[in-house]
């Protein structure tokens, strides 16, 4: 069996991690098969693939991207065409709604005392390509001074229902599995668990997503509790889903996750479709 993690970041999105650090903790944990899949660009994969086959580890390129419905739903995607037509599109859209958004973010938080010049938002940014995630907002906020910690201002002014909470440039889930289905990957719905539905809403949503080319569900998730997995992997099943599984890893120093936990081994379905990726 192997052992793997579909779910982790870099500092390419909201991590603190290189792709260095990346790949030396997944060989810490034993990992045979590690997937970064940082919210909205792929920029970090090529050179996780590099530094993961000469550990002797597989690398698998992904994607997380930040959808939402009347909630969010983010939707992962494994093994995407950067090369092709529709990746291209869809990076670009995703790189000029994430400045739409941050520009929307600004002037609200503006509105209400909070002066962040742009440039010290941009300057949390580590890779001038990748889209501006709102976490970058919340460290610059944090080192302004308007917060004692990034999650904390996030938490009190951006999350959902907050004053400063934007969608502009965001795709919806159906919108997110079309992107991946196009640009040739997998597609799996991200932690299902924490999703903010009722569950006879959610699992319809699941329903419609499949029928529109949802490929898996990450049922093995570090939030999920024991039943929580099983009523997953048990849906997963039922709609003929392969299960994926990850850590959500956004930091090796703290933060509650660590790359490889919990323990997660692909069947060997969802490897054959892994294989040419």
Do not use: W
């Amino acid at each position: 069996m192997i052992r793997a993690d579909m779910h982790i970041h870099t500092y390419f999105s909201d991590g603190t991690a290189s792709p260095a650090e990346v790949v030396a903790a997944a060989v810490g944990a034993g990992l045979g098969l590690v997937c970064v899949t940082d919210h909205d660009t792929m920029d970090g994969c090529g050179r996780v693939k590099e530094l993961a086959s000469a550990a002797g580890v597989r690398a698998v390129s992904g994607l997380e991207i930040s959808a939402y419905a009347d909630v969010k739903v983010h939707v992962l995607g494994y093994g995407l065409d950067t090369s092709c037509a529709a990746y291209k599109n869809y990076y670009k859209n995703a790189v000029e709604g994430s400045f739409a958004r941050c520009y929307d973010v600004l002037a609200k938080l503006k509105a209400r005392g909070f002066n962040i010049p742009i440039d010290k938002v941009l300057a949390e940014r580590r890779e001038v390509s990748t889209p501006v995630h709102s976490m970058f907002i919340c460290r610059a906020a944090a080192k302004l001074g308007y917060a004692s910690s990034a999650g904390a201002f996030y938490m009190s002014y951006l999350v959902e229902g907050k004053c400063a909470h934007s969608r502009l440039g965001r795709l919806t889930p159906d919108q997110a599995v079309k992107v991946i289905a196009d640009c040739g990957g997998i597609s799996s719905l991200a932690h299902p668990g924490r999703i903010n539905m009722q569950m006879e809403a959610k699992e319809q949503l699941i329903k419609t997503l499949k029928s529109n080319g949802l490929n898996g569900i990450e049922a093995v998730y570090s939030g999920h509790t024991e039943s929580e997995t099983v009523y997953y992997k048990e849906i997963a099943r039922s709609l003929g889903l392969y299960v994926t599984g990850g850590s959500d890893t956004h930091s090796l120093h703290g933060g509650g996750r660590s790359v490889g936990v919990p323990e997660f081994y692909p069947d060997s379905a969802l490897l054959d479709a892994l294989k040419n990726y």
